[in-house]
T-cell receptor, first 109, second 115 residues
């Protein structure tokens, strides 16, 4: 039941925008987004719930399309600090998460 | 001090040995999780516990067992370690209050190598 993330990797110049997608073949209850920097633990970015509620950082935006069982994370005006691996976690029942394989993002000067 | 701690941080062991990874948290959260991370495979859920008396298997529980000794402590055991259990292991916690909204907080990870 692992969600599928795309793209697998992306390289941006500072200031450019990126979109990371997360798709599920099973109906989603909620989607979590986390960022992991090399050698560190994953850190929470955002939760999107079925029905439209969201919780997360002000500078991160995301969407949740319940009909398509997809979520997208929008990174605008990227900064060097945005570099890392982004994971979506899918919750099908409101309990545990199944994480995708991750999207590696590199922002260059 | 860190809210979620894991010990040891690094461990090298031999095939067939029993090993325990420990996780402690000071966040007062009810829910605790163990994940395994392999390069390119993301985070895979091994076990999770929603309170001391509630233990659930995750995606990849075979070869692993857990113990929730107290609300704040959740241990992962490999009864007989094998080389393909070499990985980075993360413990995480989350609050049950308003559970749908609650993010998971991860520990720093334990890097385990099985020779």
């Amino acid at each position: 039941q692992q969600p599928v993330q795309s793209p697998q990797a992306v390289i941006l110049r500072e200031g450019e925008d990126a979109v990371i997608n997360c798709s599920s073949s099973k109906a989603l209850y909620s989607v979590h987004w986390y960022r992991q920097k090399h050698g560190e633990a994953p850190v929470f970015l955002m939760i999107l719930l079925k029905g439209g509620e969201q919780k997360g950082h002000d500078k991160i935006s995301a969407s949740f399309n319940e009909k398509k069982q997809q979520s997208s994370l929008y990174l605008t005006a990227s900064q060097l600090s945005y570099s890392g691996t982004y994971f979506c976690g899918a919750s099908f029942s409101g309990y545990a998460l199944n994480f995708g394989k991750g999207t590696s993002l590199l922002v260059t000067p | 001090d860190a809210d979620v701690t894991q010990t040891p941080r690094n461990r090298i062991t031999k095939t067939g040995k029993r090993i325990m990874l420990e996780c402690s948290q000071t966040k007062g959260h009810d829910r605790m999780y163990w994940y395994r991370q392999d390069p390119g495979l993301g985070l895979q859920l091994i076990y999770y516990s929603f309170d001391v008396k509630d233990i659930n298997k995750g995606e990849i529980s075979d070869g692993y067992s857990v113990s929730r000794q107290a609300q704040a402590k959740f241990s992962l055991s490999l009864e007989s370690a094998i080389p393909n259990q070499t990985a980075l292991y993360f413990c995480a916690t989350s609050d049950s209050v308003g559970a749908s909204y609650n993010e998971q907080f991860f520990g720093p990870g334990t890097r385990l190598t099985v020779l």
